[in-house]
């Protein structure tokens, strides 16, 4: 696969949480990535193509395989060190069983955490619960300020989950969240496969989203700084740019199970059609089509590849609409802001979510 550039890989180290979160796509069947399944995920990541690498770890819950981050980790930062690659780790937690032993960790390894929430103590706890239906939220705050008074803030992201029902208060929650005083880094989790995304709903998403955009750019001003995700990595990369033409999908959305199965978004690897989206098993092989594939944006196999993949799923769900407004709107404002404050740019490139 020398012949892919790979900048990213995330790995669902298990499927087993402590959590039960209503909207959750991941079926709880308590699989556990092995070592081996990691180091071939690792070796794939770190000898492909591309300088900058990310290796990103999911669950269920990551942290329930502590064990197994704390042997990856070290590995993945020595390969990296010896092909002379940089690389990031980080991790998206619930960040419910958050301990003494995982913020020294974190810290020690510059680990980058990115934790969900949904908003307001009220509509978190309606969807976020433990698995005996206690309320999460206040553990999660808890932790959160046991963590910003560790590690730097650059380093401390928030998943901020948006699902239709939720969409009417999308603002309200995002400033709940900015009001919380830890984190002012924040990535849009669009949850997939759990509501539909109506035309109402997706409305609401348009203009909520449209304040928030006023909001930023209006804090811009006074110099406070608010930082969206996929404006952040147009800023530090140019990302939203690429996507608006075509990019290979082995750059940025490898997703490998605890199977070893490997697919283009953690969604389609727990639908039941899901044969039809996994494109190999990092064990053995990928699809031969993946196996030789060189991309090229002129040809017309490159640019027809992500289309014919997603087809099946975007002809019977919208959630791909409501992304492509957050993603173009997020662009424009990157245009803009690119152009009033330099001081802005500089930092957004420190501060992303993984």
């Known amino acids: 696969m020398n012949n892919k550039k790979i900048n990213k890989i995330k790995l669902t180290l298990t499927t087993k949480c402590d959590s039960s979160c209503q909207y959750c796509f991941v079926k709880k069947t308590n699989e556990r990535m092995s070592y081996i399944i990691a180091k071939k995920s690792i070796d794939l990541l770190i000898n492909a193509r591309g300088k900058n690498k990310l290796l990103a ?30 690389l990031t780790v980080s991790i998206c937690t619930n960040l419910t069983i958050l301990s003494k032993k995982h913020i020294h960790f974190i810290k020690e390894n510059n680990i980058k955490i990115t934790v969900s929430l949904v908003g307001t103590p009220k509509l978190h706890n309606k969807y976020r619960l433990f698995r005996n239906k206690n309320k999460t939220y206040e553990k999660v705050l808890q932790n959160l300020k046991k963590l910003s008074d560790n590690i730097p803030a650059q380093n401390i992201g928030i998943s901020f989950v948006i699902i239709p029902s939720t969409s009417s208060v999308i603002y309200k929650n995002f400033t709940h969240i900015l009001n919380l005083g830890i984190s002012n880094n924040i990535n849009f989790e669009i949850i997939q496969d759990f509501e539909e995304w109506r035309k109402d709903s997706r409305l609401n998403f348009t203009n909520n989203f449209k304040k928030i955009i006023k909001k930023i750019l209006h804090e811009i001003d006074y110099n406070n700084f608010i930082f969206i995700n996929p404006i952040n990595w147009e800023l530090a990369k140019g990302l939203l740019t690429q996507r608006l033409f075509t990019y290979c999908p082995f750059n940025y959305l490898l997703e490998v199970y605890p199977s070893g199965d490997t697919a283009f978004s953690p969604f389609l690897l727990n639908r039941e059609d899901k044969d039809h989206f996994t494109i190999g098993n990092i064990s053995h092989d990928f699809q031969k089509k993946y196996q030789r594939c060189r991309f090229n944006k002129k040809t017309k196999k490159c640019l027809a590849c992500q289309d ?31 152009n009033k404050n330099k001081k802005y740019v500089t930092y957004a490139k420190k501060y992303l979510c993984y």
């Open 57 to 86: 770890l999911y669950g269920g819950e990551p942290f329930l395989e502590f064990d197994l981050i704390k042997k990856i980790v070290p590995y993945a930062e020595k390969l990296a060190r010896g092909k002379k690659k940089n």
């Open 308 to 338: 014919n993949y997603l087809k099946p799923i975007h002809s019977i769900d919208k959630t791909h609409l409501v992304r492509k407004y957050y993603h173009s709107a997020s662009l424009e404002a990157a245009k803009i802001i690119n």
